[in-house]
């Protein structure tokens, strides 16, 4: 989970832009499969929150990575 977790954050910061982005999307929805399955449930459903921001403002998905990002920086550390 952590080493794939690092790559779908990558293709998130990469598409905090204007517009819409099948990527983001597509990253959103493997980040919540993968929070799914360690039962990381605020990382799932923040996922599930960005995986609707398909055609979102930059300054909306971005503060949607930054909540992310949070909540993955919790379950990382519980999981090292």
């Known amino acids: 989970f952590l080493a ?3 790559d779908i954050i990558k293709t998130l910061r990469e598409n905090c832009e204007d517009g819409e982005s099948a990527a983001w999307t597509e990253a959103a929805h493997k980040f919540k499969g993968g ?4 039962r990381a449930e605020k990382l799932r459903a923040l ?3 960005a ?7 930059a ?4 503060g949607m990575l930054e909540k992310i990002l949070a909540s993955y920086n919790e379950v990382k550390s519980f999981l090292s």
């Open 51 to 57: 995986q609707r921001m398909e055609d979102a403002p």
């Open 35 to 38: 929070a799914a399955m360690i």
């Open 4 to 6: 794939q977790s690092e």
């Open 47 to 49: 996922c599930e929150q």
């Open 59 to 62: 300054k909306d998905r971005q």
